[in-house]
């Protein structure tokens, strides 16, 4: 069965450092994966995406992703952490099976906090 | 263009009461997926509806909760009797018709429901 795995249910940096969330992947072949991010009070707003092309994936507000097949990962970064990047970071899979579009498989999630 | 929006957005009840949870898709979207995430656990998938139609409703944990979406435009989650387990956010999201698994999915709010 595919599973998706975030190490560290929390991660602190400080303001200005390199932000890296981890994911991996279980799966034998390679699915669709997304990004999505919670703000507090509010609901999950996607990030970004890998469908297919390009690896190296760009999102909102500065983040990014690298889709590497031979470790089955989807780390998430950011260069440099900004305070109103405090909040929830799931990484999520979708099966590349036509008739499960929309099943996503979420990690357990990460929750990000920036101090000054 | 109004998001996905849901409600109640909170809820208490006690245990063995009903809850219905209300979901409004973006407009022209077919697809409309409930997800839940109880309490330090992962989100995960309920269920999936085409249209009116439910395309896959293998998430659903037991016959206490129950999915409708009539006229293939708004959906309701029904939870009776409410069980403690049953706490958590309850989250709906939609997608565009072309049933594709890299389609972005656009997630509301969530409803926060506390069976106490």
């Known amino acids: 069965a595919q599973s998706v795995t975030q190490l560290g249910s929390h991660v602190s940096v400080s303001e200005g450092a390199l932000v890296l969330l981890r994911c991996n992947y279980s799966s034998s072949v390679p699915p669709y994966l997304f990004w999505y991010v919670q703000y507090p009070n509010q609901g999950l707003q996607l990030l970004l995406k890998y469908t297919t092309g390009a690896t190296l994936v760009k999102g909102i507000n500065g983040f990014e992703a690298e889709f590497k097949k031979s470790e089955t990962s989807f780390h998430l970064t950011k260069p440099s952490a900004h305070m109103s990047d405090a909040a929830e970071y799931f990484c999520a899979a979708s099966p590349m099976i036509y008739n499960q579009g929309g099943k996503l498989i979420f990690g357990q999630g990460t929750e990000l906090s920036v101090k000054p | 263009e109004a998001g996905v929006t849901q409600f109640p957005s909170h809820s208490v009840i006690e245990k063995g009461q009903t809850v219905t949870l209300r979901c409004d898709p973006i407009s022209g979207h077919d697809n409309l997926y409930w997800y839940r995430r109880v309490m330090g656990k992962e989100i995960k998938f309920l269920l999936h509806?085409?249209?009116?139609?439910?395309?896959?409703e293998s998430g659903m944990p037991n016959n206490r909760f129950l999915a409708e979406r009539t006229g293939g435009t708004y959906s309701t989650l029904k939870v009776q009797p409410a069980e403690l387990e049953d706490s958590g956010v309850y989250f709906c999201a939609s997608s565009p018709a072309r049933q594709f698994s890299g389609n972005t999915i656009y997630f509301g709010e969530g409803s926060w429901l506390t069976v106490v």
């Open positions: 509806f085409v249209k009116e139609s439910k395309q896959d």
